[in-house]
């Protein structure tokens, strides 16, 4: 039996042989971040140029990584266009009268500098063609080569997946004829899978559906690794570009047991399993940017046949490649076989599609069209054998996983959890990292220690999400890098940050230098000089400045001082908060706004409200 010896994979690890990883651990206990490093070592491949003979326009080898993004632009403008609002699904969770059952599906891109079967490298981003191994296009002759180092992040997936890791596992032979699968079979592991027995718990603030409760329960049947096919960019005539360096890239399979119950909840749980596993660093890029596939099985039940045991006919929704697709091909198809069987009909179990933007899935293909896949042990393979101490040293060295990790930016910097999940879920999980970077560099510049007084991680949390995010239409323009860095480098957010928090310049300025920083018109590192060069510094107006501002504003004003008075006497429960701030709006028009502070102007005015004028109304 050919065995892989733990002491290689071990020396991989150790080593770092496996594919040199730079990896960046922010503070301890923080997550671990990962890059991946080309390799060095040439491989043996060969370029096949048959597909490529026409060159491709730059255009296109350069959004190639990122398929989905022009889409969702074009998708964005078209609704703008039409002047239709999306509908919100937010009430369409349940069917009374109906349950629906979804078991899910998912193919993982795994993190490794080689393919599954061969030494080329793996690529994203190269040019087509260029990383291919003679096995990879099922030359005569040539053998399939198991690469051990795949093994390190499909065990880290599993295990952040809570799988149990099957001591032997075996690859198998499944056929289907394609172009983009030049042997005519994929290898995969379906019967004798490398992890099983897994669970997702999905908690309310993972977005659940709220028919769902605070907390459920999604078990894993099992995970498998298998080769991914070529990638097809179709042409106009009919007409098919082949990239093959996607062929044979090592992919996981996730599967679930058919456990979840309400469309939300299953976008939820695929939301999940990206997050974990772009917090073990298993994977190479989330949905957005084609990492990440689902397919969705959906079936319903009338609700007298719960309890029975018995499920529904089973469709297949294959390839979706966002959340929201998976929520809406999911209440698409549920209440297409609710309809079906409602006049009468039976539902077919058969394989569908959905496209973007649509209301309705489509039939692809019935179950009398189904292939045959004629499952065989590959015989050019052995059994895959993984050592305890394998499982155990990953186990050991894995980041912190999501939910510990939402936990601690809620105690520790008393972020909200909707904004830390959204922070660990931009950017393919590095706006997080970003978030880290600017953090540590403004404690530095501020002298701060750990747990010190965090407003400052909450202002740092604030502009790494919102005030970042208004700089671009797509997260992805940004251009964020895996280890946290962008077209805004840390360090001048931090710089910027430090001189908002020390009240050295105003927010309006803080927004203007991050524009400045973003467009290119101050260079990295140059933030304090913008500053100077633009004498941009906060200086603030004096208390009797303010006090005088406040003075003017409240003439004329007798009707809201009389709210302050009413509530000053009891008379009204809620503080009139609404019309200080209007009060403070009207000051900072009047003022100089550079030299002005909102907070100054609220506290003086609040002050001369109630030293001065409610105590002359109640002595009028
Ligand atoms: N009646 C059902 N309703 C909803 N989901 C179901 C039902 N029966 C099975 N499922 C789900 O369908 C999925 C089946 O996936 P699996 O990979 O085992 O088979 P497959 O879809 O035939 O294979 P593949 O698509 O990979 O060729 C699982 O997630 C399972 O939970
Ligand atoms: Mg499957
Ligand atoms: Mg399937």
Known sequence: MSR??????????????????????????????????????????????????????????????????????????????????KKKNANNQT???????????????????????????????????????????????????????????AVRAALALNCAIQPVSRFDRKHYFHWDQPAGYQITQ?????????????????????????????????????????????????????????????LIEIITQPQIHHPATAAAFVRKVQMLLSSVDACVSGMEAGGLRADVNVSVRRAEDVGTGRLGTRTEIKNLSSFKAVEDAIIAERDRQIAVLETGGMVEGETR????????????????????????PDPDLGPVVIGEDL?????????????????????????????????????????????????????????????????????????????????????????????????????????????LHKREITARVAKDLLWGVFRGEISAGGVAQAIEAGSLWFQEISEQDYAKLADAVVQGEDKVLGEFLRFKQGKAKAYPHGKLMFLVG???????????????????LRARIEGVYLPALEGS
């Open 391 to 499: 499982v155990a040293h990953l186990a050991s060295s894995m980041g912190m996983l999501p939910d510990a990790e939402i936990d601690e930016l809620v105690e520790t910097y008393g972020l909200s959890s909707k904004d830390s999940l959204s922070l660990m879920m931009l950017d393919d999980g590095a706006r997080i990292q970003y978030f880290y970077n600017v953090l540590e560099e403004l404690e530095t510049r501020l002298g701060l220690s750990e747990g010190s007084d965090q407003r400052h991680a909450l202002l740092a949390a604030n502009w790494c999400l919102h005030e970042l995010g208004k700089l671009t239409e797509l997260p992805s323009d940004l251009d964020m890098t895996p280890d946290g860095e962008c077209r805004v480098p840390s360090g001048d957010l931090a710089a910027i940050l430090s001189h």
């Open 95 to 153: 069917v009374p009268g109906w349950e629906l059952t979804v078991g899910i599906e998912i193919h993982a891109q795994l993190n490794t500098a080689r393919k599954l079967f061969s030494a080329a490298a793996t690529s994203f981003n190269d040019p087509p063609n260029s990383h291919v191994a003679l096995f990879d296009v099922a030359m005569p002759g040539s053998q399939p080569l198991f690469q051990p180092e795949t093994l390190i992040p």
């Open 4 to 85: 892989v010896p733990t002491a290689e994979l071990s020396r991989y690890l150790l080593t770092g042989q496996v594919s040199r990883r730079g990896c960046l651990y922010a503070r301890n206990p923080r997550i671990a971040v990962c890059t991946l490093l080309r390799p060095t070592r040439q491989t043996r491949n060969v370029s096949s140029h048959a597909a490529t003979s026409t060159k491709l326009p730059p255009s296109v080898i350069a959004s190639a990584g990122n398929p989905l993004r022009k889409q969702l632009k074009d998708e964005a403008k078209a609704l703008k266009a039409s002047g239709k609002k």
């Open 353 to 376: 599609g959905w496209s973007l933007g649509s209301t309705e899935t489509r039939r692809l293909r019935g179950k009398e069209g189904e292939v045959d896949y004629r499952y065989m």
């Open 190 to 250: 379906y019967y004798h899978p490398f992890a099983r027995d897994g669970r997702v718990v999905l908690r309310a603030r993972d977005g659940i559906a709220p028919e769902d409760g605070d907390r459920v329960e999604i078990d894993i049947k099992q995970v498998q690794m298998e080769q991914d096919t070529a990638k097809t960019t179709a042409q106009p005539g009919n007409v098919h570009w082949l990239d093959f360096n996607r062929v044979g890239l090592p």
């Open 586 to 604: 009207k000051m900072m028009r009047a003022g100089p706004e550079q030299r002005m502070d909102p907070a100054s102007a609220e506290r003086v």
